[in-house]
């Protein structure tokens, strides 16, 4: 009897692992509402799970006070439900912040806050209300504890090459030119986690163009059929794809760095919504750029740049403001950095970098921190750092 208890046992311990691994590959999706009560106020809470291809999180909206509180986290929680099970609430000063407490602790403190009638990151009011006086405040700012850069894969023109930056210096120069310096960076672009950049030949005309994939590390070369003047330009990146006119052949050609393809097309423009046909003609006698992408989903918000990821939309502002659009909920925008100072600015999967005076910062969940002081990035600083950082959030 014992014995067939013990096998039964067995049996059905190997049954619930098989469905908690069926539910893992195949449960992809929620949506739920539901509520609760803090201080007397009746607090909702709108939660969506979401499992694709690239992404594995969770959306939270929550309303307090007639404000909308929006926070994004990875799946920490094996595709539970009703995965907040209780909230802290600070006013002071006309800023009410908000910290979410989980079905079981995790590494990071989710903190919305609003000031102004705006929704901001928290770091923006820490002056106000202090993370750490939450009650489940957790320690994991280990970031600002070092003065070392720990992240790979950030990237700056140097005149003739781009520079990787490490913990200990630059690392590695991929060369972009022989024997000249240029000081300004119109043909080198970061497309995610591709750079993408011009190769001279000895007589100091652009040969073709070079790909490489800074996570795998691998290498792809295109080459023109004859080499280029410099009359080439860039006219902008649309859908993660380089565009670009040779006035040397007269022809657009377009770069997709996740195809690993470099191709001649019939002439085309992108108004920043939709694409016509143009006679190459038009983009020979005179630069021709192509605005900004305008999405949709956007609409409502003016921006000079715009970047996205599985879960967010993020924008920059004329004035240097710094947003984050959750694409759960496209109404309600986080501040999440402004400073009218920066000449130049680029966001990697929600972590800011920014040029201001002489000087590279980067802003994530943890603060502001330099990245690498410069007194050239006082003259030239237009698209000379970019990056690519993937942050579990």
């Known amino acids: 009897m014992v014995k067939k208890a013990f096998y039964t046992a067995i049996i059905l311990s190997v049954v619930f692992l098989i469905i908690q691994y069926l539910i893992g590959v195949f449960y992809n999706h929620h949506d739920i509402k539901y509520e609760m009560v803090k201080n007397s106020e009746k607090i909702k809470i709108n939660e969506i799970y979401e499992k694709t291809k690239e992404d594995d999180f969770y959306s939270i909206k929550l309303e307090y006070r007639n404000k909308v509180f929006n926070y994004d986290i990875s799946n920490f929680f094996n595709h539970q439900k009703k995965i907040v099970q209780d909230i802290e609430i600070k006013e002071k000063n006309n800023v009410t912040c908000i910290m979410l407490k989980f079905l079981k602790k995790v590494k990071y403190n989710y903190v919305r806050c609003y000031q102004n009638h705006e929704q901001v990151d928290q770091m923006l009011v820490n002056h106000i209300i202090n993370i750490k006086s939450f009650n489940n405040y957790v320690d994991s700012e280990l970031y600002n504890k070092s003065n070392t850069t720990d992240e790979k894969n950030q990237f700056f023109y140097k005149y003739h090459y781009i520079a990787e930056l490490s913990t200990k210096g630059y690392k590695k120069n991929y060369f972009t030119t022989n024997n000249k310096d240029i000081y300004y960076n119109e043909l080198s672009y970061m497309i995610n986690n591709y750079l993408i950049f011009p190769q001279y030949t000895e007589d100091d005309l652009i040969d073709g163009f ?184």
Do not use: C
Not at 241 to 261: A, E, F, G, H, M
Not at 314 to 322: A, C, E, R, V
């Open 210 to 393: 070079k790909i490489i994939d800074v996570i795998k590390n691998t290498h792809s070369y295109f080459n023109f059929d004859h080499p280029s003047s410099k009359t080439l330009y860039v006219q902008g990146i649309v859908d993660n794809k380089l565009y670009l006119v040779n006035r040397t052949d007269d022809t657009q050609y377009v770069i997709d760095p996740y195809k690993s393809v470099m191709e001649k097309i019939e002439a085309k423009y992108f108004d920043g919504k939709n694409w016509s046909n143009r006679n190459i003609n038009d983009f020979i006698s005179n630069k021709v750029f192509f605005p900004v992408r305008r999405y949709k989903a956007l609409n409502k918000y003016d921006y000079i740049k715009v970047y996205q990821n599985s879960r967010n939309y993020y924008f920059i502002t004329k004035d240097w403001k710094f947003y984050q659009v959750s694409k759960k909920d496209i109404n309600s925008k986080i501040l999440l950095y402004s400073d009218k100072d920066i000449k130049d600015a680029v966001i990697s999967n929600g972590s800011i970098y920014f040029i201001k005076n002489d000087t590279v910062y980067k802003k994530n969940r943890y603060g502001i921190k330099e990245v690498i002081k410069n007194n050239e990035f006082i003259y030239n600083f237009k698209n000379i750092v970019n990056a690519y950082y993937k942050e579990e959030m």
